[in-house]
């Protein structure tokens, strides 16, 4: 059915961040991850003893925001009970990475996605989808709001066991943090310099590459076509706003971004027709990667432009995305030790099974 080459082995530096790489290797015998059954994740619609039910709100911290206001939540905002980041503990301590920030301060704060306690992403209404987008872009203004100093809000997502989520009822998480993520870091620093050469935003060139069905490589003398490549190959989803591609050179092997079509560089700035087809399309790649993987739990990360005084003139050079980021296997000693990712599909096969699932 597909006309790849039997076997790919090549390695794929990341357009965007340049240090990362990985290595594509559909040879049968590059399997260095351990394929391993994931522990099941929790379906069921209530749990009598779980926190984040309706009923049992006196379980939790008190409610931070919600969505209705009044009446029955449908999205509900409590701080975390287990904060990586607290209120007054300021050790000035600014260095990069999560676990090194712990000693800092920020805010922990735990969004209740949806009453339901097992319920998956795609299973959610697009208007359900609609009001949880709106919580992450009002949680992410208030923190910022509430202190000067906070460097960047990250909003996350861990579902099912496989991805670490440690309470089975579907959630989120924001954490506004004194530091700017590493990863976030250096793409706005790559993609600042990518600007810098080219003029243009680097995420909007792969956009465009993206859509364009295909490109043709021509010999210089003869002036005949060289080499077709269809790069349109790597687009899973496209809305009227939004399109959900399949990177490149993607870390994990169903890893799926989804980007605004229009270059914009912070997430809050997001207007209603914009949360509206992102709902949708976060639903249908969400329904597309479950069906293919067979239950998809995955990590998913908001990226956007930090605000900080020292990244304010990288509006015009740096793009908001969703990274997804489905855990289908465990690293092994080979990718930990030399920080290269293996995928043992290529994102060519992995997208073009994503595309095939027939929705409703
Ligand atoms: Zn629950
Ligand atoms: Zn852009
Ligand atoms: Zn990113």
């Excluded at 619609?45 to 029955?72: I, L, Q």
């Excluded at 209603?272 to 639903?283: C, F, G, I, T, Y």
């Amino acid at each position: 059915m597909s006309d790849q080459p039997d076997t790919i082995r090549e390695i794929r530096i990341n357009p965007i961040v340049p240090s990362e790489s990985v290595l594509v290797s559909t040879a049968r015998g590059m399997r260095p991850r351990k394929e391993e059954a994931p522990a099941p994740r929790d379906t069921r619609k209530h749990v009598d003893r779980c926190p984040f039910c309706p009923g049992n709100e006196a379980m939790t911290p008190p409610t931070v925001a919600a969505s209705p206001e009044t009446g029955d939540w449908q999205v509900r905002v409590v701080e975390n009970l287990y904060p990586v980041l607290g209120d007054e503990s300021n050790s000035g301590n600014l260095v990069f990475g999560l676990q090194q920030a712990i000693d800092g301060y920020g805010r922990h704060e735990v969004i209740i996605d949806h009453p339901e306690h097992g319920i998956a992403l795609h299973e959610m209404s697009e208007e359900h989808l609609f009001r949880l987008i709106g919580m992450y872009r009002d949680r992410i203004r208030a923190l910022y709001d509430a202190d000067a100093r906070i460097q960047y809000v990250l909003v996350f997502k861990n579902f099912g066991p496989a991805a670490g989520a440690s309470i089975a009822h579907t959630h989120s998480q924001v954490i506004a943090m004194p530091v700017v993520p590493e990863n976030v870091y250096n793409e706005v620093i790559h993609s600042r310099q990518y600007f810098e050469k080219n003029r243009q935003c680097i995420f909007c060139s792969l956009i465009d590459e993206a859509l364009t069905f295909e490109a043709k490589i021509y010999d210089r003398e003869s002036g005949s076509v060289r080499r077709k490549i269809d790069v349109g190959q790597y687009v899973i989803e496209r809305g009227e706003h939004f399109v959900a591609i399949k990177p490149f050179a993607s870390r994990y092997e169903w890893e799926v971004h989804i980007l605004p079509l229009q270059h914009a560089s912070d997430f809050i700035e997001i207007n209603d027709a914009q949360r509206e087809d992102l709902s949708r399309v976060l639903k249908r790649a969400m329904a597309r990667l479950d069906a293919v993987i067979g239950g998809a739990q995955y990590n998913f990360f908001l990226h956007s432009l930090p605000h900080n005084n020292d990244f304010s003139h990288c509006q015009d050079s740096y793009h908001w995305h969703m990274e997804i980021c489905p855990r289908t296997s465990i690293p092994t000693g080979f990718e930990l030790g030399s920080g290269l990712f293996v995928s043992t599909i290529s994102p060519e096969e992995a997208a073009e099974q994503l595309r095939a699932v027939v929705l409703d």
